[in-house]
């Protein structure tokens, strides 16, 4: 899948966002989830304390990202490019000030549990 | 914080077992610190998260001027999970709250402890009175455990109505509960009014829960009936985002 072999730093760091187009709730927790773990899966690789409180979530949550996607893909209809704006505009909101980001994490972890990985 | 809760007018529906399952979720995958206020004069929480029994009886205390929750707040075995258990004493609440005449008594205690926890799970019981319209102002969101048949339907419009009365209420999220896809009344239910609803399977795992007094994610987390509850708990957090409650 093009998805997998797509480094996330790439997509985070794709352009902005169009005009969003109409998600539904479980599509905009896909979405700001999958930002949340690429941004909390980095700072855990950089030893940060707060985002080492919480499991590691490279692999998992780099799993979740790119079956978030898939289903975006499928469920949404939307090319990678939009997904991938979709995505880097829900990482600058995350990643604005920590306590943005890891006040998002506890309903991530409990998505990423649902998700069965 | 938020608080959610189990609520149901029916018995025997699952709602302490789902009580108990989300208060654990959130303590354990999702690390938030979370207390289960058991409301239920049967106790079924503490029994489930095998608490003992409290000495004394006095949770109803709690309702009364100057009561205080937290005084009687235990730890479990689980981190991050806390429980105000319940006892006898809390067959006379619709009385007590009668009494008090204010419907926010139950909200503003649960505010109290706003910088304790993040999550209050309120673990109600089955029975539309004081004690529901107490339940109504504190809830952030109402889950309502409705088992497939003409009894839950009902039951679920009674609910509904007595929203209506409201002028305002929390959303409600009602889940299909003790499903088997065997049966064809279940399968109706599915398809007409519980068309679209959460689903958590009959599972011989659920009522081990009881039996093992232990969340079934404890010991049973692959199984279907734990990835259903899951999802249900997903879509609550889903919710409760939303809502800007985090």
Same mark, same amino acid.
């Given at each position: 899948? +093009?998805?997998?072999? *797509?480094?996330? /730093?790439?997509?985070? *760091? ?7 187009? /109409? ?17 909390? /899966? ?10 080492? /409180? ?15 996607? *898939? ?11 939009? +997904? ?34 | ?62 309702? !009364? ?30 009385? !007590? ?60 419009? !009674? ?88």
């Amino acid at each position: 899948m +093009i998805l997998r072999s *797509a480094p996330l /730093a790439a997509l985070l *760091a794709a352009a902005a966002p169009a005009a969003a187009p /109409a998600l539904t709730l479980e599509q905009r927790t896909m979405l700001r989830c999958s930002a949340a773990f690429a941004l909390v /899966a980095n700072r855990q690789r950089a030893g940060e304390p707060d985002a080492l /409180a919480f499991p590691d979530v490279g692999e998992r949550g780099r799993e979740y990202f790119v079956r978030a996607m *898939a289903s975006l893909m499928d469920t949404a209809g939307l090319g990678r490019e939009a +997904i991938a704006a979709l995505v880097a505009g829900e990482a600058q909101d995350l990643a604005a000030d920590s306590r943005t980001l890891y006040r998002a994490m506890p309903s991530c972890l409990l998505s990423l549990e649902a998700s069965g990985l | 914080m938020a608080v959610v809760a189990i609520y149901s007018v029916k018995g025997g529906v699952g709602k302490t077992t789902l009580a108990v399952d989300f208060a654990w979720r959130c303590a354990s995958f999702g690390m938030m610190p979370t207390l289960i206020w058991d409301l239920d004069p049967q106790g079924g929480s503490g029994f489930l998260l095998d608490v003992p029994p409290p000495r004394r009886t006095r949770a109803v205390g709690v309702f !009364q001027r100057e009561g205080r929750p937290r005084e009687l707040i235990q730890p479990t075995k689980y981190a991050n999970l806390s429980i105000l258990p319940a006892d006898e004493s809390l067959r006379d609440l619709p009385v !007590q709250f009668a009494r008090i005449g204010s419907r926010r008594k139950l909200a503003t205690l649960a505010g109290f402890l706003r910088n304790d926890f993040r999550r209050i799970v309120l673990d109600c019981p089955p029975m539309m009175n004081e004690v529901s319209e107490q339940v109504i102002e504190a809830a952030d969101v109402m889950l309502l455990p409705l088992p497939p048949s003409p009894l839950s339907r009902r039951a679920f419009e !009674q609910v509904r109505d007595e929203m209506a009365r409201h002028r305002r209420h929390p959303p409600i999220l009602p889940v299909l509960s003790m499903y088997d896809a065997r049966r064809r009344l279940h399968r109706e239910a599915r398809e007409t009014f519980a068309a679209g609803w959460p689903v958590i399977p009959a599972s011989s795992w659920v009522e081990q829960a009881a039996q093992r007094r232990a969340p079934i994610a404890t010991f049973a987390n692959w199984s279907e009936a734990s990835r259903g509850l899951g999802r249900v708990w997903s879509a609550v957090e889903m919710k409760l985002y939303e809502l800007d409650l985090r």
